[in-house]
C-alpha cells in the first residue's frame, strides 16, 4: 500500500516563513513577522521592534507592559516598528517593488507560547494601501488561514473616516 503524501499549501508555507521571522522581533508584549511576496518569491521580510540602533524592550522592559495597556493600544508609548511596515521598508532600501503583491502576517506572543491573530493596525493599513499592496494573509488564533483584499480597506477607512467626523461636528453643535 502506496502512502499518500501532502503537501503545505502555499499560504501554509509563506506563513510559516513569517514565523520564523517573528522570531527575530525583540518585543516582549507579541511578536510578528511579516514577508512580502511577488511572482512567487519572497522579495522582502519584516519584524516589530525599534528603529534601527534604538533601545528594545527586551533589554530594558516595556512600558506598555508597565501601564497595563491593551493589545493594539499605546501606539504612542512604543518605540517600535510594526512588521508590516519594515517589510515595506526593507524592499525600499534594496529598490524593490512591491506593487501587486502579498504580505503575508503571522503574530504570537512572547516566547511563542501562544499565535495572536497577526491583523495589521490602521496605521499600517493605510501604509499597505499606499505600497500598493493587493491582499495581506494571515492566520487566527483558531488557526484559519485568512485573506483581505487591500481595495477594500480603501472603502472601510473611508466610511470610518466620514463616521468620526460627522461625529466630531455633531460633538461641535451640541449645546453646552
Not at 108 to 135: H, M, V, W
Not at 155 to 174: I, M, S, W
Request: hydrophobic share 30%.
Amino acid at each position: 500500500m502506496s502512502k499518500k503524501w501532502s503537501r503545505l499549501s502555499k499560504d501554509e508555507y509563506y506563513l510559516n516563513i513569517a514565523k520564523a521571522v517573528c522570531l527575530r522581533s525583540p518585543c516582549i508584549r507579541r511578536q510578528f513577522g511579516a514577508i512580502i511576496v511577488k511572482n512567487d518569491a519572497v522579495i522582502s521580510t519584516g519584524y516589530n521592534g525599534p528603529a534601527r540602533g534604538v533601545v528594545n524592550c527586551m533589554d530594558v522592559g516595556c512600558i506598555k507592559n508597565e501601564l497595563d495597556l491593551p493589545p493594539y493600544t499605546g501606539y504612542d508609548y512604543c518605540p517600535g516598528v510594526h512588521a508590516e511596515e519594515n517589510a515595506l521598508l526593507n524592499a525600499a532600501r534594496h529598490g524593490s517593488s512591491v506593487l501587486d503583491g502579498t504580505l503575508y502576517l503571522y503574530g504570537q506572543r512572547f516566547n511563542g507560547d501562544s499565535l495572536t491573530e497577526g491583523r495589521p493596525c490602521d496605521r499600517c493599513k493605510r501604509a499597505i494601501i499606499n505600497a500598493g499592496i493587493k491582499e495581506v494573509v494571515t492566520k487566527s488564533v483558531d488557526g484559519v488561514i485568512h485573506k483581505y483584499k487591500v481595495s477594500e480597506w480603501v472603502k472601510e477607512d473611508t466610511e470610518n473616516y466620514l463616521k468620526k467626523l460627522e461625529k466630531a461636528k455633531e460633538k461641535k453643535l451640541k449645546p453646552l
